[in-house]
């Protein structure tokens, strides 16, 4: 079939004009993903988050956001405000949340993965992600979340892959798992457990579903202490010997370091830097570690363990 001779595209004006003029014909013929708003037509969603991307494909629609100028938490409630009826995947990986309230993307029901990643979120809302009832994928790995609370999943009884890792996690409450009927992959690994008589329930737990879910990287999801613990596998630890500061079984509250201090102690220990540090083979790195023993206390030695090194004992006195 013939065609009709072609014909040369004229532009006039400054180069700049021209450049403008060129970008916005392309776009107007060639670009088939679309940023706020979306493209409309038979099945797309009427619009998209503001700086959000939306693609449509095989009945699911998949948003990836970037935070605006506003600010992380000022955009994300635009976007929450915003989302398509019928969304199934949501991702704010890197988006700057730091904390997931109550009733979080309560307009989304439909949502079957979500991604959290890379935030910095230390704090997640009883009940938060409650509304969405159809969640299959939760990713909260590379946060801050220092525990996991029994409320924190309740309602994601469709939950099949959860991912905690490479958090700041000490302990998990007792039953925090109970609401995941449908879990069959669980990723905890790279967190500073303290394997207490707090967490000897999770071993058990472990075991009891060890056929229904799988843990994986289960040799990097270790004990952080006590010291007898330390580098342990979370799976083959013995719960008889995860007991508590006076010995015995039951539960209290494990001893944490706000600012670097241990706290309900007769010693105050105090850490410097106590920001997380990150080294790498061949480097060096200084911390330092002052003991003050408290008034009436009787003195006393410290054993600090630093888990995964060969040579993992240093007395003080």
Known sequence: MGHGPARLLQLTGSPMDQVFRLLSLFLSVSAPWSLAPAATGQGLPAGCPPGCYCDERESALRINCHPLASGPEESFQEVAASLPEGTT??????????????????????????????????????????????????????????????????????????????????????????????????????????????LAWLVEWLEVHSGRVALANGAKTRCALPIALADVPLRKADPDSMVCGDGSGSASAPALWPGGELVDSPLAIRLRPKEDQVVFEGDSSSLTCSVEVRDGASPASVKVGIPSFSQNDVLLS
């Open 89 to 198: 995947h949501l991702d704010l990986a890197r988006y700057g949340l730091r904390e997931v309230p109550e009733g979080f993307l309560d307009g989304a029901p439909d949502m079957v993965k979500l991604d959290l990643q890379n935030n910095e979120i230390s704090h997640v809302d009883e009940g938060a992600f409650a509304s969405l009832r159809r969640l299959e994928v939760l990713d909260l790995s590379r946060n801050r979340l220092e525990a996991v609370t029994t409320g924190m999943l309740e309602g994601l009884a469709n939950l099949s892959r959860l991912k905690l890792n490479d958090n700041r996690i000490q302990t998990i409450e007792s039953g925090a798992f109970d609401h995941l009927g449908s879990l069959s992959r669980l990723e905890m690994s790279d967190n500073p457990f303290i394997c207490d008589c707090n």
